[in-house]
């Protein structure tokens, strides 16, 4: 069982930054694949970015060159580094852990087995 808390959500003005963490439990973190989404009111939960077990990182268009995500398995956390942030990137921010070994990070969320209980960012125009 692994349990993940994200934190560091808030309110931000457009063209501002926010770091994300999500904190894991469990000794197998390095195994995992760790991906973030968001779900904004009314809509479907999005894919944002994922990284592999071994750093290979993902991004959807409507973030790449905007937000990073990195991982520090020493700390069990994985981090979502948000930059311009715009009144669209609105949402409920989700971190998710994918325990299958030897699978390449996936993009859906039906693939991953573990979820946080979110994060809300808010950024204002």
């Known amino acids: 069982q692994v349990h993940l808390v994200e934190s560091g959500g808030g309110l931000v003005q457009a063209g501002g930054s926010l770091r994300l963490s999500c904190a894991a439990s469990g000794r197998t973190f390095s195994s995992y694949n760790m991906g973030w989404f968001r779900q904004a009111p009314g809509k479907e939960r999005e894919f944002v970015t994922t990284?592999?077990?071994?750093?290979?990182?993902y991004y959807a268009d409507s973030v790449k060159g905007r937000f990073t995500i990195s991982r520090e398995n020493a700390k069990n956390t994985v981090y979502l580094q948000m930059n311009s942030l715009q009144p669209e990137d609105t949402a409920v921010y989700y971190c998710?852990?994918?325990?299958?070994?030897?699978?390449?990070?996936?993009?859906?969320?039906?693939?991953?087995?573990?979820w946080g209980q979110g994060t809300q960012v808010t950024v204002s125009s």
């Open positions: 990284i592999s077990r071994n750093g290979i990182t």
């Open positions: 998710a852990a994918d325990s299958r070994l030897g699978s390449p990070p996936p993009r859906r969320p039906n693939s991953y087995d573990y």
